[in-house]
């Protein structure tokens, strides 16, 4: 894993993105992002740096993150430039099938605008990757563009599909693939009882420099495990609440934030032997799951694509954190 160095506030991953978010009210979680509005003319969409409109069904769209690729992909609809994440190992996202003439666009210096121009498109989609009001303007004189709905880190996946299909003009496709994905976490809440009133935490260690832990009830990467009747760690959301962060920092003698009785936990930057850098990590308490760097993306920045394979990842310790 010493290809994974990268600073959770950054993974837009982590802790965003994490690649961990604000607080807010857990049952407000996929229901904060205006609604858009057509009327009978372009789709209006509401967004951090303004509205865009969206004029008929566009064909050629680049994103500009995982959580839009995975939606439109998700939505049967091909990008023909999308982000790659060079952290993943060989550089691929183990659940996404792209097409092979679709373009992979580098974030490493920035949003590649000119990359982006040449192709063309009618569309442009991203959140956490827009990261100024800047970028959007530039983007926006290529084609309409939209960036984070509102201000959390990481938007509830359930969020972008229903957009996906208000701008696809394809809402019953999108009602589907929201109901798919949320019957299978529904039914692995109603197999494990058991995770009703557990409580989760969801943080990496940055080998050499912090703990970054989600903190905020609202954000995106916290959906998945309140649907399986799990609620935040109460000393983090605490941490959320006193900083005002959406993903906190903590040194590592603060072990006291991961006694969770499930911790999903990535090594970034190193591997497992770097966990004795943390005091007192070997006697947690709970169901400490070490994943994998696409795991945690998938947790972290959750996607309809992201979240079955997560799922799958995690069920053992869903299972041992059930009782």
Not at 18 to 33: E, I, N
Request: aromatic fraction near 6%; include cysteine; proline fraction near 7%.
């Amino acid at each position: 894993m010493t290809h994974l160095l990268r600073r959770l506030a950054a993974l837009p991953v982590l802790l965003v993105p994490l690649v961990l978010a604000g607080c807010g009210d857990d049952s407000d979680a996929t229901a904060a992002a205006p609604t858009p509005t057509r009327g009978g003319g372009p789709l209006v969409v509401e967004h951090v740096y303004g509205s865009t409109e969206v004029n008929g069904v566009p064909e050629r769209i680049v994103t500009i993150d995982v959580q839009w690729t995975d939606t439109m992909l998700a939505m049967g609809v091909e990008p023909v430039g999308y982000t790659l994440d060079s952290y993943m190992p060989d550089s691929t996202v183990p659940w996404q099938e792209l097409p092979a003439d679709a373009e992979a666009l580098e974030l490493t210096d920035g949003v590649p605008i000119e990359q982006i121009a040449a192709l063309r498109p009618d569309l442009i989609v991203g959140s956490f990757s827009i990261t100024d009001q800047r970028t959007y303007e530039l983007l926006s004189e290529i084609a309409p563009t939209i960036p984070n709905l509102d201000d959390s880190q990481v938007q509830p996946w359930q969020d972008l599909v229903a957009l996906a299909g208000d701008v696809l003009d394809e809402e019953e496709r999108a009602e589907e693939v929201v109901a798919e994905v949320d019957g299978a976490v529904a039914d692995t809440a109603a197999e494990l009882p058991g995770l009703e009133g557990k409580t989760f935490v969801l943080a990496q260690y940055v080998v050499g420099d912090s703990l970054y832990i989600v903190a905020d009830v609202a954000d995106g990467s916290t959906v998945f495990f309140e649907q399986l009747g799990m609620q935040m760690f109460p000393a983090v959301r605490e941490e959320g609440e006193k900083s005002g962060d959406a993903r906190v920092q903590a040194s590592t003698e603060r072990v006291d934030l991961l006694r969770a009785d499930l911790l999903a936990f990535l090594v970034n930057g190193g591997d497992e032997s770097d966990l004795a850098d943390i005091p007192g990590f070997e006697d947690l308490p709970g169901s400490v799951a070490v994943l994998d760097y696409p795991t945690i993306v998938g947790l972290n920045t959750p996607t309809p694509l992201s979240i079955p394979y997560a799922l799958e990842e995690l069920r053992p310790y869903l299972e041992q954190a059930a009782g």
